[in-house]
């Protein structure tokens, strides 16, 4: 993709640098969010809430970086890549509201469930998502 | 509580907490990896015993069960509720027989469970598997155990109460003491010997923790060589304590100074090669053997020389006590009785009968003299019977054999005017020239009637098959004279003729007290080589010294 525009050059650019940026994190968060959730099923002791505060945080973020891509995606003037692009960073956000809902109320075992046989696959789908995105941006 | 099926066909528990959360136990996406996962964090270090903390739907001890087949699991589950889930849709049916479940106790109950199966299991390395998501539920239930069983795993009980025995010539020898006539006798023999003695006190009755927990203490604070109990006392029926002292290898001494049958027969657990067992009397060495007990000697009874020796006795001490001829025991008048009260009434004639006639003999069986005495009609009512109504009728023919023996013997000795010791039941049973005096102090006044009997008459007691009784040990001892019946033992124990006299039939007694009452040089030179013997070979330094001997050569 090209563009005499010099604003949406910059724009261009800085989306597809965000977009590096997220790929180059959402597949070790994912493996992460993995492990935490079977040392939450073994012991959920100290180590598990440590490993899995920080990877909440990461998460936050990277969902946060996701939302400023997408936003940043709404204002190119080309519109090759449409909104459904992002659909399971959509789906993101009602599942991090439920892991959150699980930590709050210590049900270890649903958030290890909702971390493995959820998120983790979620994750996995969005990288490929922004992998295309990635791609149409070239 | 709720169970949760998901779309997947998988069952999950959501329950309640304390704290008003509600979480789940199981996975909805892969139970069964889950539990998996749970087996393969947890290592076992080799227990063989396992305390599994939370039952859940069962999926982690479907896989234990799986992974560790020949590992006992005592699975702790307070609620009730949650075992009938899990039996009605968790993993019940994969549980193998090695599954052992404590359901509903309180955290100190299920301890108390837990301390008794490891006790029972003989105290093997013990590890914990903690179900985290029902721990973390419940930590008020669960919590306590588990540092409970913490402290256990940590301390690692079972390595403190192993350590080498028998190193040094002065041992520690932990004695039970249920308040046993003989126990004083054989501290203070022990003491004599050079060996420390530390007590582990108990009573009929008490609760197996109470004992358990004693012994162990003392193994932990004392580190003794080994145990010492009279008639088993201080063993269970279950074989607990056998168990725990194999495990340890603990060996223990026990002396039965008393009929052995009643007691083992129930108590077939406590055979094991840790258990040393010494018989007062040889005619039930192979009955002992056939009942698993590897080791097993016999040792007759003793005196105690501190106690029954010879005596100058006062003016006031002679007129009270003095006689010509002496007897000391019961008539079995009450025994017999209680014991016939527990037979039926159709089976009383053959009591009589069988007690009449192994009155007259010894070392017949007393099964086979039960058996003999009896119509085809009473044999079939007998065959009835349970165990322990037989051992009953059994007891009562044995009591009253004894009744009707002693009492034909002390007849033959009407005409010295003898003088019974014993309970009150002798005077329904003798009058005229004999006089029945009440019972005399063991310790006390019962070395000074022997001083002052001219001749001490012995019955023994129809259960004694071959042996001989406290009286053959304690009369010499005080170098006074016995008269006493021939049991086969004696002839090993003493010269007779020289040391001791016995008649082998009730029609030489008159003629030998005769004899022996007349002839004053005779019969204290007699006794006085009694003493000797008593002094020289039968003290229970001796026995004491004998236990310890072999003690040492079996498992030092």
Not at chain 2, 176 to 190: C, K, P, Q, V, W
Not at chain 2, 216 to 233: M, S, Y
Not at chain 2, 318 to 342: C, N
Not at chain 2, 347 to 357: I, K, T, Y
């Amino acid at each position: 993709m090209g563009t005499n525009d010099p604003r949406q050059a910059e724009l261009l650019e800085k989306i597809r640098q965000g977009i590096d940026s997220a790929l180059g994190i959402t597949g070790m968060i994912g493996g992460r969010f993995i492990a935490c959730s079977k040392q939450l099923r073994v012991e959920p002791g100290t180590e598990a809430f440590t490993l899995l505060s920080g990877e909440i945080a990461n998460l936050g973020d990277l969902l946060a970086l996701v939302q400023e891509i997408r936003k940043g995606v709404g204002f190119l003037a080309d519109r090759t890549v449409t909104a459904d692009a992002f659909v399971s960073w959509e789906k993101s956000i009602p599942l991090f509201r439920e892991i959150i809902a699980a930590l709050e109320g210590k049900d270890w075992i649903t958030l290890a469930d909702l971390m493995q046989y959820e998120l983790a696959p979620l994750l996995e789908a969005g990288e490929k998502e922004l992998a295309g995105v990635r791609e149409l941006l070239a | 509580m709720e169970l949760i099926r998901s779309p997947k066909g998988h069952h999950s528990l959501r329950v309640t907490c304390p704290d008003g959360t509600a979480r789940m136990l199981h996975s909805l996406y892969g139970p069964e990896e889950e539990a998996t996962a749970l087996v393969d964090a947890f290592d076992p270090g080799g227990a063989r015993f396992v305390v599994v903390l939370g039952l859940g739907l069962g999926f982690h001890v479907a896989e234990l069960c799986r992974r560790y087949p020949a590992t006992e699991l005592i699975v702790i589950e307070g609620k009730a509720e949650i075992r009938d889930l899990c039996g009605k849709h968790g993993k019940a049916d994969r549980f193998s027989e090695k599954v052992h479940l404590v359901v509903g106790s309180s955290p100190l109950d299920a301890v108390s469970e837990i301390s008794r199966l490891h006790l029972r299991a003989g105290l093997p390395p013990l590890a914990v598997f903690p179900f985290a998501p029902e721990v973390a539920a419940f930590p008020e239930y669960y919590g306590p155990i588990r540092g409970a069983l913490d402290r256990t795993v940590s301390v690692r009980l079972w390595d403190r109460l192993r350590y080498p025995k028998f190193r040094g010539e002065a041992l520690t020898v932990a004695l039970f003491d249920f308040g046993y006539f003989l126990t004083e006798e054989i501290a203070r023999a022990a003491r004599a010997l050079g060996h420390s003695v530390v007590r582990v006190p108990g009573e009929k009755g008490e609760s197996l923790g109470d004992m358990l927990g004693r012994a162990i203490e003392t193994i932990a604070a004392h580190r003794p060589d080994f145990f010492l109990t009279v008639n088993h006392l201080g063993f269970d029926e279950d074989g607990v304590l056998a168990n725990l002292f194999r495990s340890i290898e603990m060996p223990a001494a026990i002396w039965y100074v008393d009929s052995p049958n009643v007691v083992v027969k129930a108590f077939p657990r406590n055979a094991t090669p840790y258990s040393a067992v010494f018989i007062w009397d040889e005619g039930y060495l192979g009955e002992l053997r056939s009942l698993g007990f590897e080791n097993v000697s016999y040792l007759p009874l003793a005196a105690d020389e501190t106690v029954f020796r010879r005596r100058s006795l006062s003016p006031q001490e002679t007129r009270k006590l003095g006689t010509a001829v002496g007897f000391v025991g019961d008539s079995m008048v009450v025994p017999a009785r209680d014991h016939l009260r527990k037979v039926p009434v159709e089976l009383h004639a053959a009591v009589e009968r069988a007690a009449h006639r192994l009155q007259g003999t010894r070392g017949v069986p007393i099964a086979e003299s039960v058996g003999e005495s009896m119509e085809p009609a009473e044999r079939e009512a007998f065959e009835t019977l349970a165990e322990k109504g037989k051992s009953d009728l059994e007891a009562a023919v044995l009591c009253r054999a004894t009744l009707l023996y002693r009492l034909s013997c002390l007849r033959e000795l009407w005409e010295f005017n003898p003088c019974i010791r014993g309970d009150d039941g002798w005077k329904g049973l003798v009058s005229g020239n004999f006089r029945v005096a009440p019972r005399l102090n063991y310790y006390k006044e019962l070395p000074l009637f022997y001083n002052a009997c001219r001749l001490n008459f012995n019955a023994t007691s129809v259960q004694m098959g071959k042996a001989v009784n406290q009286r053959v040990f304690d009369v010499p001892a005080c170098g006074a004279f016995l008269l006493t019946d021939h049991q086969e033992a004696i002839e090993a124990l003493f010269e007779v003729g020289k040391e001791v006299v016995t008649y082998r039939e009730r029609g030489e007694i008159a003629e030998l007290s005769r004899y022996y009452l007349r002839e004053d040089d005779a019969r204290k030179a007699l006794a006085e080589r009694g003493r000797r013997r008593v002094l020289s070979e039968h003290t229970y330094r001796h026995r004491i010294g004998g236990i310890v001997r072999f003690m040492r050569t079996v498992y030092g």
